[in-house]
């Protein structure tokens, strides 16, 4: 379990992420969201956002692409580095490197 932000166009929404052995949580008081980790295509952990905004330089990127939609959280570096063992990054069912 970790705090991070949601990133949505130009919000961030702080969420608590939790993983378990099938699904990903985000939620918040006012959200409750999941994806089943059958249904995530793409995991990667970046420095930089899609929309190329900049971010808190202590932060990285956790981005989830699912049925060609991309989703966005952004984690302290320590605890992307953790998540980054717990997720590993993988592209289209291959494993890829952490950036």
């Given at each position: 379990?970790?705090?991070a ?5 130009a ?67 320590a ?21």
């Open positions: 379990v970790a705090r932000d949601y990133v949505e166009g919000e961030k929404i702080p969420v608590a992420l939790a993983l378990t052995n099938d699904a990903l949580y985000y939620e918040n008081p006012d959200l409750e969201a999941s994806f089943e980790l059958s249904r995530i295509d793409e995991i990667e952990y970046s420095d930089e956002l899609m929309t190329g905004k900049t971010h808190d330089p202590h932060t990285q990127v956790l981005r989830l692409r699912s049925h060609g939609a991309a989703f966005e959280f952004l984690l302290e570096r605890e992307a580095q953790k998540w980054s063992v717990a997720l590993p990054p993988r592209q289209m069912g291959s494993v890829v490197r952490a950036s």
